[in-house]
């Protein structure tokens, strides 16, 4: 062809826009053919292959002709295909407009759910408010009548005074004029009345207020004030209840679980049961059937029945034989824990332990047990006080030498009966409560 010349590698030749060109690469390279393409002043080479594409890219292997039929036929629709790619598109409009229109009925249910909720919380409060105020008016109609009963009996003893008041007054008048009439000389008519001394009677002392009672009084509100704070506390946590069973399967052989799996006995006497794997076969612990692996849950165990107990927490990789520290609720790295040893009540965790105060009125005889999974946090306790006993956090705690940023494995409830102090008797009971019944008086066996 005219304008179509043959040229190698190191060759230098000029071209004219529009031009053909064939170019080998070395003696036995491709024989590749070129157009010359002037664009934004500049003129370059382009092979003629990627004409092909429409692209104006280099493609490295020629398409094959199924690609480039399936290429056309993508940018040529058909109007049966057009046609049905538009009702896709406006069923898929009509669905997204249900979508969003679902969801603003949800949120505007959510508004008025809430406003119901609130509702039924001010009824409820407002009851608790009306109770409290008619107990109130009680107390004080109470007082108001005592005052009254008491102000009566002073009215009658303070009517006989006023009667010896107006007896001595008058004997008083008559004996100035028996005076007057001495003194003059005149006849004696009157006489003074022969009026004894009157005493205050002993029981006058004992018209008063009753002072005994009112102090009575005081105190029990004092309690009541105390039980109503604790309890109040307890209500956020309880929304957080977490229903804990004994998983059988842990207890070591002294232990014998009772009820419905809440309750733990310690007996002297081992049972005949194999051994199970993951028996603690040394330590006398069990662990609770569920597992804490998200959000907050709280629980509590009554030990009034214990005289050396431990309650906590821990890992499922907890070891269960021997009596290592690894198998220790809080001598290890795995376990938490609130124990009470030799009268003694302290924390524990990877062997390390703080002391922990009561309320000031002797030892917990319940243990509340709460957690934050997410958060790495952990909080124990005395559930007849609200009174924090111990708090695991993840904040940096010297004393524990670790910081706890999140928990990495499940939570397991852990529950331990300890070796008393020489003289004391063996702890016999431990039970897990159902903090959503009313306390019940247990008597410990």
């Known amino acids: 062809m005219a304008d179509k010349d043959l040229i190698t590698d190191d060759q230098r030749l000029e071209v004219s826009p529009g031009s053909l060109l064939s170019v080998q690469s070395g003696a036995l390279g491709p024989l590749v053919e070129y157009q010359a393409v002037l664009h934004d002043g500049t003129l370059s080479l382009v092979p003629l292959d990627s004409h092909a594409t429409g692209e104006g890219v280099v ?69 608790m408010r009306a109770a409290l105020q008619r107990d109130q008016q009680a107390m004080m109609d109470s007082l108001e009548l005592d005052r009254i009963e008491t102000s009566a009996r002073l009215d009658h003893v303070l009517k006989g005074w006023d009667q010896h008041l107006g007896q001595v007054q008058r004997s008083i008048t008559t004996t100035q004029k028996s005076l007057g009439q001495t003194r003059t000389g005149g006849d004696k008519q009157n006489h ?18 009753n002072e005994e009672r009112f102090e009575k009084l005081l105190k029990t509100l004092r309690s009541f004030h105390k039980d109503l704070k604790a309890q109040l506390q307890r209500k956020t946590l309880l929304l957080d209840s977490f229903p804990v069973m004994m ?21 002297d006497f081992a049972q005949s049961s194999p051994e199970h794997p993951l028996q603690f076969d040394k330590v006398c612990c069990a662990l609770g059937s569920v597992a804490v692996t998200t959000g907050q849950r709280y629980w509590e165990a009554d030990v009034r029945c214990c005289s050396a107990w431990a309650v906590g927490v821990a890992y499922g990789c907890l070891d269960r034989k021997g009596r290592d520290k690894g198998a220790k609720l809080g001598r290890n790295r795995n376990s938490w ?40 946090k952990l909080a124990f306790y005395d559930a007849e006080t609200m009174k924090v006993l111990q708090e695991f956090s993840a904040a940096l705690t010297t004393v524990f030498d670790r910081v706890h940023h999140q928990f990495t494995e499940p939570l397991y409830p852990a529950f331990c009966f300890l070796r008393p102090s020489e003289g004391q008797v063996w702890p016999s009971h431990m039970e897990i409560r159902d903090i959503n019944t009313p306390i019940a008086i247990h008597k410990c066996q």
Request: charged share 35%; with cysteine; proline share 4%.
């Open 337 to 376: 824990c609130v124990e009470l040893r030799h009268g003694r009540l302290s924390a524990w965790h990877n062997d390390r332990h703080v002391s922990c105060s009561a309320s000031g009125r002797g030892v917990p005889g319940r243990v509340g047990v709460w957690v934050h999974y997410e958060k790495g």
């Open 59 to 127: 493609q490295p292997y020629p398409r094959s002709p199924k690609l480039l039929r399936k290429v056309a036929a993508s940018r040529n629709l058909s109007e049966e295909q057009l046609s049905r790619r538009l009702e896709e598109l406006q069923s898929e409009r009509t669905r997204t407009k249900a979508h969003i229109q679902s969801l603003k009925k949800r949120k505007a249910d959510l508004s008025r759910s809430t406003e119901v909720m609130k509702h039924q919380v001010r009824e409820r409060v407002e009851g």
């Open 192 to 209: 003074p009345d022969d009026l004894s001394h009157k005493k205050p009677d002993a029981s006058e002392a004992e018209i008063r207020l």
């Open 247 to 267: 998983d059988r399967q842990t207890c070591h052989s002294k232990i014998t679980v009772t009820g419905e799996g809440r309750g733990m006995c310690f007996s």
